[in-house]
């Protein structure tokens, strides 16, 4: 079980109950302070998106925090899901080590595909080796995808649903589940369960929005490129702005930042 989180660390609540007699998991998280997190970092970055983008990638930030809060600890987790209609790429980030999630818009340059498709990537642990899922799914719902993603990858059945006030629910089938009421619970009867089905606590953690991106990070990720082409990273000029893969946070590099990186790495004989 992860340790018990304290009330001076700022985050988003996600319990685990196992739901006797039926054989399920319920997940339930309050996503309001990692939402509040969200617009913060949006604001802080001046960046905008229309209500229909906006309300997909909330419903994918809960939906991302209640699978990662249901993996293993130690696991990092990384989803890609790319949607035809609207033309836009969801990207998350999950780190189970340290209980965070990040994650970012992609709203231009998007490939036209012939339908939408859900990458999901996994390592068990820093450095191990990564495991990838490809799953196509129809629409614009989250819910709808997440779930074609287990059925078609985890090879289990879940179902999400929308409480109301930013607390949202996952149910997770497990081995001899009761699959009649797992496919007939209501959304009032999962806000009910604590009345009408015996929970038995299996786990408490804390997640909160991080991503960690700073500009020796950004360097070190352009460094080849910039290595092979110069030119055709800075141009003429002395600078240039980077957004961060992870959670699209801008960062100003300068051609001095870089050459400086560059030799300190032949220094150290990276």
Request: proline letters at 4%; a negative charge; aromatic letters at 10%.
């Amino acid at each position: 079980m992860a340790e018990e989180p304290t009330p001076e660390i700022a985050g988003s609540i996600v319990t685990l109950d196992f739901v006797r007699q039926r054989n399920a998991m319920l997940v339930r998280a309050d996503c309001g302070p990692l939402f509040t997190d969200y617009y913060l970092h949006l604001a802080d970055q001046k960046l905008r998106y229309t209500p229909e983008q906006d309300a997909i990638f909330k419903n994918a930030l809960a939906t991302f925090a209640l699978h990662c809060a249901n993996r293993p600890l130690n696991e990092h987790v990384a989803w890609t899901l790319n949607f035809q209609e609207p033309r836009l790429n969801v990207f998350l980030a999950g780190d189970n080590e340290d209980c965070t999630v990040v994650g970012r818009l992609f709203t231009e340059n998007v490939k036209e595909a012939a339908e939408n498709v859900f990458y999901s990537d996994s390592l068990p642990r820093r450095g191990a080796e990564k495991r990838r899922s490809v799953v196509h799914f129809s629409g614009a719902d989250v819910f709808l995808a997440v779930q074609a993603y287990y059925a078609t990858s985890e090879q289990r059945p879940v179902r999400y649903f929308d409480l109301g006030e930013d607390q949202f629910a996952m149910l997770v089938s497990h081995p001899d589940c009761d699959v009649a009421w797992f496919n007939s619970v209501d959304l009032a009867g999962v806000k009910a369960l604590e009345k009408t089905e015996t929970l038995a606590r299996i786990d408490r953690r804390l997640y909160r929005w991080f991503c960690g991106c700073t500009d020796q990070k950004i360097l070190g990720a352009i460094a080849p490129a910039f290595r092979s082409d110069p030119e055709g990273i800075f141009g003429e000029g002395e600078t240039i702005r980077v957004q961060c893969p992870r959670c699209a946070a801008a960062h100003t590099l300068t051609r001095e930042a870089m050459e400086a990186y560059l030799a300190q790495s032949k220094k150290d004989g990276a």
